[in-house]
Each structure stands twice: as structure tokens, then as C-alpha cells.
């Protein structure tokens, strides 16, 4: 069983080109210089994987300050992306707002991401450089994110390419008495054997009316014939996720079931259908929420209906109700409309998409026949 | 290739008394009401399990707001966690702060968890609830978490056990000429098998001069004989998670590595025995460190001796260079040191161990012998 994709095949990524980009816009935003706190912003502008970890941008050149555990490979991974002029310092965690400062202080307007800095590290930096006023920014890098490069494209596609393998490889499991947490962990140790580094979030097998929970966990219970089983996952290659849903049954739906998982396919498929270059994320959450309402289900549609996928599992654009985000082409969204009844269980159909300039094209390829 | 453990056999959680034990704190913590938005907190005190909520902890009543993917869920949570006086309700993310405001304004200081709520969401309380101070709060369910309640214990020993057997079963793959990669998927699939939800964090498997880097990410090399290979890994079970690092050699170590993985052996073993009810985190750290210095490796110890282990990976106490934070009896903690000679490779050893009135258990029990 080898792994689905070859590392070397995959069109590289332009790191280099990223922190020119972001660099472009800080004024924009009402700063001079802006500290990345989230580690994938730090990744994406650096090529630097550590777990911890803080990126001071600035015109007259950048600082990626981390603790000793990642020394040498951040050195590496700083060299590999060819991004110019971003310095390495090495302190522990305690000691590396100070670091920062001697650089920071240069700068009268600090930007800091204040959706994900918290709000104890914004009261040291604002004691550390109290002669810079420091600048409340949303979503710099993440907007940046929201387009993919073909190297990125090409890492998401083996995700997805990863999972389908993967379901298509186990799904038989189903039919013979498995339990929800079994399915799970042969379906992340098929990723795993093909190519994934971890599981993309934690997997969701919902059987029953267990389905009836949107993010339910696996448990114990045995798959039963009849039932509609939700199956939520996703592989992660080069930092990359993807993100899936079918629902699948051994032997035919029971009763309403049959209806539901049917009214479900067809909003995913009227979802998908208005995907393209230009659209809103508010439109395409329309068109899926409008087909499940006209098939009766509109008050089972407990959640939203995507979101982009990237180096995270949920980021920018949102497709949710009366989302202004723009899903242009090269960005990549998922498409998962669901509905749940109590006591009966519950469906959803997930691809992950990658819009084009006409249309989109569904990276997930795996069937949508519930049958095993 | 049953798990490990029998869910039904593990002591249950006093989820219903850590509310008041927290509530008792609050006027000493400066507020009224406390506003959990760290989620492994919101799951400590209330029991839901979700990715997404928020609480409102006060004495006159307290409110969790989460999204509807919970719905039925977080009910469910709620009423098995026995946890009384939290109310539920069910809102857009958008919408949730708007939730808590009504009842948030009956308080006059209420605090937020400044270490791991946003700048962003300090903001937003902050207009939200304008005639309430907002009071930085930190650590204050934190150090509630570090001592471990038996029903705790036991499922931090059971991701223990799952760890301890995991690795038994696939360790013989290093001499098949397998990748780290291979390697990490399988110990991971066999971690599943007996009982895990998950890996407890990113599994590193690193080889060779790969070893020199405390925290690779397992690679496509093949591992080779005489090479030291760190394996940091561990489970988690229902939420609560373990961490073990084992230094393996396929044959006998080559050259200086031999003294290397003895030097962190013996190191590894001082620390342990320094642990005991009432030792700082920094006695425990010197132990180590002096250790190593006096073998010759003091400038190749790259990082803290260890960290709390419990909902999270990393969490109180710190045992690191001068950490005051006291290890009492209960507390559950990594000692774990390390050294990394660049071109060469590294070692590292670490247990799990719960702390007693007098020395500590080591929860992680395999093998330190590096042969196979």
C-alpha cells in the first residue's frame, strides 16, 4: 500500500514571494510593522514548522524568534524558502518579547493579528513598546492565505486524493460489525500508510442516531444495517488538510432515511453548482440551505454550510449565512450541507472544492453512493 | 488486538465539584464572574466536550453558550456531568458574546482568561459590557487542573498503558528498514487499536542526525543500524492525554552515541527521583541539567525538563530552569531530557509520572533499554 501521492512530484510553493505581499499592505492596515503570533501565518511567510514561535515584519527586514528545541531546523527551514532577509534569534519563551523590542521599538505603529494574539501577550507588548501604539489587525495574513499557489493547490489535491483512497480501502469494514471508533482508526492508519502525516481534525463516525449530532465522536457502538453512518475526515500532507464527508449505509437507508440522505445530495450538489470565481461565501450557503428547505429540511440544517481549507482546517472564506467573502478563483472551500433529526440520526455530503475562474473543481472524488 | 483498558473500569470524574471549588476563588482572582473561553477548561468545569463554546461562570448562575452542531450534545454533556446550575444555550458564533452580555452586565468586574482569550474578543467585551470592568485573570482553572482527581489519573495512565503497549507491539518494524514516517504511522495505528482517540500531539520519530533537532517531523529516511532514533509519542483517552519519549538503536549505537543516550539516561533517572510533593518545577529541571553538565553535555540540553500533562499536551506545572511552580501530590508531570549534537544526532527519555506524598509513579512504564 504506497502512499498516494510522490513528495517530489508536487509543484513547489512560492514562500519567497509571500512576506513582499504582506509587506505591500501593512500600511494599509495603519502600521508599520506587523508581529505574526499564529504559528501558521509564521509558516506560510517563513516556511518555519515549529509548534512555538513570533515573526516580526517590517520594510527594513524581519525577525523569526523561537526556543531552542527548533535551533537548527529553523536555521534549515529559513534557508530552504529563500525568504530574503528574515533574521533568526534563538531565546526562550519568556525572553523572546524582549528580543522583539529592540527591533519593534524602531516602528511608531505596531500591528499586532488580534484575533489570535492574546490578550495578556497585547498587555506585555504594549508595556515592552510603549513608544509605539500598537495596531488591532484582522485577517493581513490570512487573506494572503485565502489564494493558493500551485504548490499549495497540489498539496491539498494529495490530501484529498489521500482520503479517498483511504475510505475506498475501508469502508468495507462497515458491513461486518465494526464499531464507530474501530472505522475511525483504520480509516486515519489507511491515510497514515498512503501518505498523511496526522489526521486533518478528529474524525467523526456517526452511525444512527448518533448521526443526529453534527460533530458527534466516535464511541463504541456497532454499525447497524439500515442506519445512515456520517463519516467526517481528513489526511494532511506538507501542513495541507483536507476535508470530506459521506454518508454511507450498510444495505438501504430504513424508513425517512432514505429521503434525507437524498435531499442532503441534492443541497451538496446545488451548493457545489454555485461555486465560482466571484461569488459570495452568503450565496453558496443560500443555494444549499434553499434546496434543504424546499425539501423540508431546512430547520435539520444545524450548522453552516464550508469554509476554506488550507494549512488550517477552517479559514478564509467563510461559506456561511450572509457571508460577504468573495470565494475567488484559486481559492479552496468546502461544500457540506447536513440535516439532523433527533432519535432518527442525520447526513451530510463534504467536498473540498478549488474555485476556478468558471465553476469549480471538486478535489474530493469519492463516490457519493451510500452503498458500500 | 483488544484496547488496553476497559472504558467502564476507569474511575469516574467529580466533574460537579470543580465549579465551586472555582467559584470560591473568583473574589480572591479580583471579579464577580469569570468568562471560560479556553475550551479544555470549559470541558473541565462543565463537561461538553465540543470545539467551540464559551461559559459563563458566576454564583448566581452560570451559562454556556456553543453552536448548534452541539446542540443536542452539550445537553446530554451537561446533564451526565451532573455539573448544576449551568444553563444552556445555543447561538451563531456571532452571536454568542451578545448571549453572555445579559447576563455578563449584572456583574460589576468580570474576568477574562487574558492568556488565551483574543485581543480581538477583549475588545469586543469590552464595548459589549461597558459598565462591567474586564479583569485580566490568569491560571485561575489551570491550577484547579494540575492535581488530578482519580478518575483523571486513571485515564492519563490508560493513554499510558495504550502508549506503552503500542510501542512494544511495532518497535521491531526499526529493523525492517522502515521510514519514520512509516514508523510514526504505525506506532500511531496501533495506539488507536488499543484504545486511543488520537495521538495525544504531532508524533516525532527522528533518526540519525535527524535526532539532532528536538522536534522533527518524521521524514522519508530510512532508518539505519547503530543510529539513535527519538520516539515522542503518546494517547489520549476520553480527553486526557500521555507522553513518552524513547531513544531506540537498531543493533548497538555507533561511535559517541552510546555515552550520549547514557548521560540522558542517567539524567532522566535524577529527575525522576527529584520529584516529590512540594519540589519546584526548577529543583527538578537542575537535576536534570546538572546531570548532563556533569557529563558533558550541559550546552546540548536544548529545552525545559518537562511540563504538566493532563486535558492538554502542555499545561501547569512547568518544570523548567527556575520554574517556582510547585509539584504537589496529585499534579502529573514529563520529565524529559535531552541532547542534540548537530550532525550527529540526539536522545531523549521521558516518563509520565504522577506525583505521591512522597517521590512519584512513573505512569509511562516501557523499556528504557535502547535495543530492540
Chains 1, 2 share one sequence.
Not at 60 to 69: A, H, K
Not at 157 to 165: F, K, L
Request: proline letters at 4%; one cysteine or more; aromatic letters at 4%.
Amino acid at each position: 500500500m504506497p502512499p498516494v501521492y510522490s513528495p517530489d512530484a508536487l509543484a513547489p510553493m512560492d514562500v519567497a514571494g509571500r512576506l513582499p505581499r504582506l509587506l505591500e499592505r501593512l500600511d494599509g492596515a495603519g502600521c508599520d510593522a506587523l508581529l505574526v503570533t499564529k504559528m501558521e501565518n509564521v509558516r506560510y511567510l517563513s516556511g518555519f514548522t515549529g509548534s512555538a514561535g513570533m515573526l516580526l515584519v517590517s520594510p527594513d527586514g524581519s525577525l523569526l524568534v523561537t526556543d531552542g528545541r527548533y535551533r537548527d531546523q529553523a536555521a534549515e527551514q529559513l534557508a530552504a524558502a529563500g525568504a530574503a532577509g528574515i533574521e533568526l534569534e534563538v531565546d526562550s519563551a519568556t525572553a523572546q518579547p524582549d528580543a522583539l523590542a529592540s527591533v519593534a521599538a524602531r516602528h511608531a505603529r505596531l500591528g499586532l493579528e488580534a484575533t489570535s494574539v492574546t490578550w495578556s501577550l497585547q498587555q506585555r507588548f504594549a508595556s515592552l513598546f510603549e513608544r509605539s501604539e500598537l495596531v488591532a489587525t484582522r485577517g493581513l495574513v490570512e487573506r494572503l492565505r485565502a489564494v493558493k499557489d500551485a504548490g499549495e493547490i497540489d498539496r491539498i489535491e494529495a490530501a484529498c486524493d489521500v482520503a479517498d483512497v483511504a475510505i475506498a480501502q475501508v469502508k468495507g469494514m462497515l458491513a461486518e460489525g465494526c464499531t464507530e471508533s474501530q472505522f475511525a482508526a483504520e480509516l486515519e492508519a489507511e491515510m497514515r500508510r498512503r501518505g498523511s502525516s496526522g489526521a486533518s481534525f478528529e474524525t467523526i463516525v456517526a452511525s444512527g442516531p448518533n448521526g443526529a449530532k453534527p460533530h458527534a465522536r466516535p464511541t463504541d457502538r456497532v454499525v447497524g444495517a439500515g442506519e445512515l453512518v456520517v463519516v467526517d475526515f481528513g489526511a494532511t500532507v506538507d501542513g495541507y488538510r483536507s476535508d470530506m464527508t459521506r454518508t454511507l449505509c450498510v444495505g438501504a437507508p430504513a424508513g425517512e432515511l432514505a429521503r434525507l440522505v437524498d435531499a442532503v445530495y441534492a443541497a451538496q450538489r446545488a451548493g457545489v453548482r454555485a461555486v465560482t470565481d466571484g461569488v459570495t461565501g452568503g450565496e453558496v450557503d443560500a443555494a444549499c440551505r434553499g434546496s434543504l428547505a424546499d425539501a423540508g429540511y431546512g430547520e435539520a440544517f444545524l450548522h453552516s454550510t464550508g469554509h476554506g481549507v488550507g494549512l488550517e482546517i477552517h479559514e478564509l472564506p467563510a461559506v456561511a449565512k450572509d457571508s460577504a467573502d468573495i470565494l475567488g478563483a484559486g481559492t479552496v472551500v468546502t461544500v457540506e450541507p447536513g440535516a439532523y433529526v433527533a432519535g432518527i440520526g442525520g447526513a451530510r455530503i463534504e467536498d473540498t472544492v478549488l474555485v476556478g475562474t468558471s465553476g469549480c473543481r471538486p478535489l474530493t472524488k469519492s463516490t457519493k453512493d451510500y452503498t458500500l
